[in-house]
């Protein structure tokens, strides 16, 4: 199963997309895709479209979505929840379902635990992918997100396998 991790940003949008096999996870490609400043509508048609572009692409199976909390400004919030927005929308476009969770989950997650530092994120990424070249830290972000969501479903698979 291919999974397709997104890290929202306005100005950068990190994504990753790992292999599942069982237990084994294999990095498959990550990168950003940039919008630069100026008018809000055009800023979200290109993540839109380089998302969709990504997708189209890896053809994923699965997609998962860091949740997002309140920024400094009301402001800054509602321009970081529009490009989360395109980060839900493009993969359902394409028919995926879409796991979302909070930041403290993907590090619990990834690293043992929910308040890690960016810096231990992006190392145990590098552990568990291992070779892995990343893009930058949104990158490595969204495949955190990816692992989170990894390990969510084969959770769930074993717990349907153990109430059958």
């Known amino acids: 199963m291919k999974i397709i991790g997104i890290d929202p940003g306005l100005r950068n949008m990190g994504w990753g997309v790992i292999e599942t096999d069982g237990p084994r996870l294999r990095h498959v490609a990550n ?12 800023r979200l048609l290109v993540l839109f479209r380089g998302l969709s ?6 053809a994923p ?32 476009e394409a028919g995926l ?23 231990q ?13 990343l893009a930058g830290p949104d990158a490595a972000d969204a495949l955190a997100i990816a692992i989170c969501h990894a ?3 084969q959770g769930r698979s074993l717990r349907i396998k153990a109430s059958a």
């Open 97 to 119: 379902e879409i796991g979302e969770y909070a930041p403290n989950a993907v590090k619990k997650a990834v690293v043992g635990v929910g308040h890690a530092g960016k810096e």
């Open 61 to 92: 199976d699965a997609a998962a979505v860091e949740q997002t909390f309140v920024n400094k400004d009301a402001v800054g919030t509602l321009k970081l929840g529009q490009a989360r927005g395109i980060a839900l929308l493009a993969p359902a």
């Open 151 to 153: 390990h969510h479903l």
């Open 121 to 133: 994120v992006e190392h145990m990424v590098r552990f568990m992918l291992p070779g892995v070249e």
């Open 31 to 42: 990168g950003i895709i940039h919008s630069d400043g100026g008018d809000l509508g055009p």
């Open 53 to 58: 572009q990504v997708i189209a692409t890896h």
